[in-house]
């Protein structure tokens, strides 16, 4: 069967003022996750949300809020965004490699679904450990950017990764995040990657469904050729 698509806006490139409605926008046009990235303003130079919007927000959806951790101590943050409702907290292997177990101990016990990161610098080595481990992440995420700032550039010299990752893990959530949108899909999906993190080409567009349905359809398209 394999793995299957999800299309997760990312909610940095949402009205902020009106985070409820364009959360609930986003799943009526069919959004499968919203991803919420989270940045410390030390890890990265960018200083967005917290536990409280995430808080906020839950009490407004039931959907999936697939956390983006990019922060310096992430285990600080397990156990805030657990009560405040967040159903997937993705850390940075960069900062972990220390505590990565506790990490995934503590985020599994917080009913949380743990996932791992890596930026474009990172080998992708580092994290077969926390995928190979007994209490393993759940998730990869391959930042197809440098993280901290919408916009950017998609870069496809991380497809490397991707495919890699695929061929290790049939089985295993790959995300993207960076510069995904009608023109870099394809790459993207035939790499392997199922789980795509899209901002400004779903909320810039004309209609965000149809560019939704696109990305969806090319994950479908690819995932038996992988």
């Known amino acids: 069967m394999g793995v299957t698509p999800k299309i997760a806006p990312s909610m940095l490139s949402s ?40 808080e906020s927000l839950r ?20 156990e805030p965004l657990g009560k405040a409702g967040a159903s997937g907290f993705t850390f940075h292997v960069e900062v972990s490699k220390e505590n990565w177990q506790e990490l995934i101990q503590k985020i599994k016990s917080k009913a949380m679904r743990p996932g791992v990161a890596l930026k474009p610098g ?67 999906a035939s790499a392997g990657a199922n789980c795509i993190v899209a901002g400004s080409s779903i909320f810039g567009a004309a209609e965000p469904g149809t560019v939704i349905s696109h990305m969806r359809n090319c994950v479908l398209e690819n995932r038996e050729k992988c």
């Not at 959806?61 to 943050?77: E, G, K, R």
């Open 122 to 188: 990172t080998p992708v080595e580092e994290v077969y450990p926390l995928v190979d481990s007994e209490n393993p992440v759940e998730m990869v995420l391959v930042m197809t950017v440098e993280p901290g700032f919408g916009g950017q550039k998609f870069m496809p010299e991380m497809m490397d990764k991707v495919r890699v990752l695929r061929k290790k893990y049939p089985s295993l959530d790959i995300e993207v995040d960076g510069g995904l949108g009608p023109s870099t899909i394809e790459m993207a």
């Open 59 to 78: 009490k407004h959806t039931a959907a999936f809020l697939d956390c983006h951790l990019m922060v310096t101590n992430p285990i600080d943050y397990v």
């Open 15 to 54: 009205d902020f003022a009106n985070l409820a409605s364009e959360a609930k926008r986003m799943l009526d046009f069919g959004a499968d996750w919203l991803h919420m990235d989270i940045m410390d303003g030390h890890f990265v130079p960018n200083l967005t949300i917290g536990a409280p919007v995430i």
